[in-house]
């Protein structure tokens, strides 16, 4: 199944300051969720934000911040985003059923949340190389669960590129631009 960017949400979960430069690879997964959030927003694709316990994990990295535009962080206790009701009521009230899966960690938020959207019925895409974790086989290992669970699996150009569909337009051009 092909995805349409007209029945797609975004979910970027828990990119925060004080868990950030811990995880594996934390520039090379910046700079991608940076290029997908900037790449969602040009093709309109709503997006909706997380913070686990900001208090103690700090607030979303500010250059993320910044990518995803005017967006309001929904902050969060339970690991799954489909615990927090206001999530829950967002993705409810957008009636689109593809949603695009990114943040930290791979093994405890964005997998917990990943297998309950699943269960909930919903198309999931796992972004996995704008997802991770502290450690890289808790993320491999994830990823690995989350395919086998019904997730599809892919990378920020490629779902980029899937949503948009087609060349030759301006919007193609600014994705082109973002991928280089």
Known sequence: MRHQRNKTIA???DVQERLFPHIHNNAAVEQRIITLARGLRILDVPII???QYSKGLGPTRAAVLEALGDVQPIEKITFSCCGE???EAHLMSSGRHTIVVFGIETHVCVQQTVLDLLAQGNHVV???DATSSRSEM????AVERMRHAGAIVTTVESILFELLERAGTDTFKQISQLVK
């Open 126 to 128: 796992v972004v996995a």
């Open 85 to 87: 009701p206001t999530v």
């Open 138 to 141: 808790d993320h491999t290992m």
């Open 49 to 51: 934000v997380t913070e």
């Open 11 to 13: 979910l970027c979960i």
